[in-house]
């Protein structure tokens, strides 16, 4: 559960009674104006912006600092208060955290519960959960958790540590930990505030330190997320996290026999559960057909899918990602907080500030070390020189406390010139402190080589800090090398083919047609059946009177009286061509036409004619190959006509958009039109797959291309089947 807990509003009765009594006064009075304002003052001024910027700041949103909300926060410090290296009750650790965190223990332990299952601070022992089934975590009086390793050497560090009190004033905690890696890309965080929310897509460790390292040497870099379910992404248009970005996320789904698909992976943000759900859904919709499913999930997701036979597996995986959870779309919005302000920046600017931080954290953890170094060669120096020259005697005749501090001081300035610093009254008590025992054991070599190896590293120290970039170069790769293993990609990056829905989907239910009467739909069946469809197909028609509408599949839908021709609608279709001879208007002249139709606005009806009134078609014919035909024109017997007979080759004719007026076969009355030959396709002959399968020919790409054909093409089929 992320920490976007619900708070309860002010409830309308705290209206102060001074205002509540000016509100019965301007309605009960007997003049009141229309344009009258009655202004709310007081708390409830300020109210909704103080819990909106409280829910942001305080509970939804990830600082940029170190990538924790305020919850996950105080559980790291909570779990570094209570580190002794064992194991801790996880109501403990709640507990332990409710000092620092003004809520329930149950938004804390939820919020325990999602860092433990990233597997990446947290080392956890016990029922966790799985986010592969959906399935919850045991009681935390039941489970038990500790810091990782990681977590101990790139989240803590107290002498670089801003401290606040915490909220009762009795314990102080962290403002933010010094992370020193991009710790809010590589978990992730989700979070839903007043008028804000916040959606950062987790990413790929061993990539952020590569990006991390590329950064720190001046190269570009991209960052794509990666997530624990697996599974196949299509990041094409990420847009670096941004709002209005999208990623494409599958399930892998292959072919385990002609009847069996396995599903191995999931889509972040489902769970076998889920995804089942969705599968009987669209089975029992009709949009797929499956005979039954088998959840063999444990540590690894696996998913069985038994097909019925004669169904295509390559077929139903398209189903599985056009109707299921099998596929799902993903919309990241990267908001942090920084400075105690909402920002909404990319995945690699928040890279690169994470990175700068880093050395930044890395130079402060030097500066104090070199700092230590060189307090711990002060003092060692002085040490020697105290014992070697056996100061220590001078003070034997000293009888006050102010005689002895003097005598040490006296005794020590001929030998305190190489010193880095002047010797304090501190440093000299500090040497009145060494116990006889050490003084007599006191061995000079070995305080040399003491002082040479602190020397040693003083100088290392300063190679660091002056060869910052390198330093946390090397860091950055020491965190890969010990890390690393383990926590490759996971989810793969590719490309996605868009699936057209209506040619997977399965035609569970017939369309009819009453054709005088202008109805089609499905539940018809005393009219004339057209064609299988399903309940997600469009249908085309066309009318006596020259016009067309497409319109989705419905139980009963009327389209217009005497229909000529209806069919299942294929969009972007450039094969069917349509053949028509119409006559414009009554008494005008009649044209010739071949159009095809590739799109429209669902419902709106099209003229294909001029759309003037008494237009009438003489001839048409819908051509799924572009085939033209030959027809006869036969006109009639008017006046002092001398040809009233002759053929038109739709061969002839150009094929153009349906808007098109046509070309003008004659300006006389029609009598009738026959066909005389059927034609050949004036298209490029089409491409032909066998899915060995099914033993079905295709057009849809699937199973072996056989090459491509006309229609006055022939396939020899040989089979092993004895006679």
């Not at 790929?204 to 997530?227: C, M, T, V, W, Y």
């Not at 949009?287 to 390559?314: F, Q, R, W, Y």
């Amino acid at each position: 559960m992320e920490e976007n807990d619900e708070l309860e509003l002010p409830g309308e009765e705290s209206l102060p009674d001074d205002e509540a009594g000016e509100q019965n006064e301007s309605t009960d009075g007997e003049a009141v104006q229309d344009d009258a304002l009655t202004r709310v003052s007081g708390m409830y001024k300020d109210w909704f912006l103080d819990y909106a910027s409280y829910v942001i700041l305080e509970r939804a949103v990830p600082a940029i600092e170190d990538g924790f909300k305020p919850v996950q926060r105080r559980i790291m410090h909570a779990l570094k208060e209570l580190d002794d290296g064992r194991y801790n009750k996880v109501a403990n650790v709640v507990g332990h955290t409710m000092q620092y965190h003004p809520h329930g223990d149950a938004s804390i332990g939820d919020a325990m519960v999602q860092i433990g299952q990233k597997e990446l601070l947290i080392d956890t022992q016990g029922n966790w959960g799985n986010i592969l089934t959906g399935d919850g975590a045991a009681a935390s009086r039941y489970i038990e958790a500790r810091l990782s390793k990681f977590a101990l050497e790139v989240v803590f560090s107290p002498k670089i540590t801003e401290w606040q009190q915490s909220y009762d004033g009795r314990k102080k905690e962290p403002v933010n930990l010094p992370v020193k890696f991009p710790l809010l890309l590589g978990q992730g965080a989700e979070g839903i505030a007043v008028g804000l929310s916040t959606k950062v897509l987790p990413h790929n460790f061993i990539e952020l330190i590569d990006a991390s390292i590329k950064h720190l040497k001046g190269q570009r870099f991209k960052l794509f997320p990666d997530f624990p379910t697996g599974g196949i992404i299509d990041v094409d248009n990420y847009n670096d996290g941004l709002r209005g970005g999208k990623i494409r996320v599958r399930a892998r789904i292959s072919q385990q026999d002609k009847n069996t698909l396995v599903i191995n992976e999931i889509p972040y943000g489902t769970n076998t559960s889920s995804l089942i759900d969705s599968i009987l859904k669209a089975n029992d919709k009709g949009k797929i057909k499956i005979k039954k499913i088998e959840d063999n999930t444990a540590a690894e997701v696996e998913i069985l899918v038994h097909l019925p036979s004669g169904i295509s597996p390559d077929k139903t995986i398209d189903a599985l990602y056009a109707f299921t959870a099998c596929e799902s779309s993903i919309s990241p919005l990267a908001c942090i907080i920084e400075d105690n302000k909402p920002l909404f920046i990319g995945v690699t600017e928040m890279l690169r500030r994470s990175t700068d931080a880093t050395v930044d954290l890395l130079k402060q953890e030097l500066e104090i070390q070199l700092g230590e170094l060189e307090e711990q060669w002060h003092a060692a120096s002085l040490e020697r020189i105290f014992i070697e020259n056996r100061i220590y005697r001078d003070i034997e005749d000293e009888e006050t406390w102010e005689g002895v501090i003097s005598a040490i001081d006296k005794g020590l300035k001929p030998f305190t010139k190489h010193l880095k610093r002047a010797v304090t009254e501190e440093d000299i008590v500090r040497l009145t402190e060494i116990r006889i025992k050490r003084i007599s054991k006191f061995d000079l070599d070995k305080a040399q080589q003491n002082l040479d190896n602190l020397e040693q590293k003083i100088a290392e120290v300063k190679h660091h800090l002056a060869n910052l970039i390198e330093y946390a170069i090397d860091y950055f790769k020491s965190l890969k090398e010990k890390y690393g293993k383990g926590r490759e990609r996971k989810s793969e990056i590719r490309m996605f083919d868009d699936i057209e829905a209506t040619k997977v989907v399965i035609r569970n239910t017939k369309l009819y047609v009453n054709r005088e009467e202008g109805f089609v739909g499905t539940a018809l069946r005393r009219d004339e059946y057209v064609t299988d469809c399903s309940d997600i197909d469009d249908i085309i028609v066309f009318t006596k009177d020259g016009q067309m509408m497409v319109t989705k599949v419905d139980a009963k839908t009327f389209v217009g009286k005497n229909i000529i021709h209806v069919a299942v609608f294929k969009k972007k279709d450039k094969r069917t061509i349509y053949n028509m001879v119409y006559k414009d208007g009554k008494g005008g002249p009649s044209y010739v036409k071949r159009f095809a139709v590739t799109s429209i606005t669902r419902d709106k009806l099209y003229d294909l004619g001029t759309g003037k009134a008494g237009t009438d078609v003489l001839y048409f014919s819908a051509n799924p190959n572009g085939e033209a035909e030959v027809v006869t024109i036969n006109l009639r017997q008017v006046g002092s006509i001398k040809k009233l007979k002759w053929d038109i080759d739709f061969a002839d004719v150009l094929i153009k958009g349906r808007a098109s007026k046509g070309n003008i076969v004659t300006k006389y009355s029609v009598k009738r039109i026959e066909l005389k030959e059927k034609g050949l396709s004036t298209l490029k002959p089409r491409k032909l797959w066998f899915d060995d399968t099914v033993q079905r020919l295709n057009i849809d790409e699937r199973g072996e291309l056989l090459g491509e054909f006309t229609k006055e093409d022939r396939l020899l089929i040989v089979n092993q089947k004895v006679l």
